[in-house]
Nanobody, 125 residues
Framework: QVQLVESGGGLVQAGTSLRLSCLAS????????MGWFCQAPGKERELVAF????????YYADSVKGRFTISRDNAKNSVYLQMNSLKPEDTAVYYC??????????????????WGQGTQVTVSS
């Protein structure tokens, strides 16, 4: 059973940065993709970014392109989300997710089999 633990969230002002971390434990960290999703109050969980096992394949939602960077360190069983130029509309709970089976769409939450507990990011204007 893979366990994911996020950290790095907090309350920040618009225009500043945060770096989220996700530490995986359990079976070998050899997922197809690792993703970051966010969920704001009253909204559905949506994909922010994902990264392939080798780090060569990445995807970003249009809303974060040019501001956020996803990376992973397989030796440390970790994936990161560097969030720059934060905006109030980035406020949400951010979840780390692990796609260990190539089942379903990697663009949807249903395509990921393991989830962290989430970390709150609040951006004030």
């Amino acid at each position: 059973q893979v366990q994911l633990v996020e950290s790095g969230g907090g309350l920040v002002q618009a225009g500043t940065s945060l770096r989220l971390s996700c530490l995986a434990s359990g079976p070998t960290f050899s997922s197809y993709y690792m993703g970051w999703f966010c969920q704001a109050p009253g909204k559905e969980r949506e994909l922010v970014a994902f990264i392939g096992w080798s780090g060569g394949a990445t995807y970003y939602a249009d809303s974060v392109k040019g501001r956020f960077t996803i990376s992973r360190d397989n030796a440390k069983n970790s994936v990161y989300l560097q969030m720059n130029s934060l905006k109030p509309e980035d406020t949400a709970v951010y979840y780390c997710a692990d796609r260990v089976r190539n089942s379903g769409s990697r663009f949807n939450p249903s395509g990921y089999q393991y989830w962290g507990q989430g970390t709150q990011v609040t951006v004030s204007s």
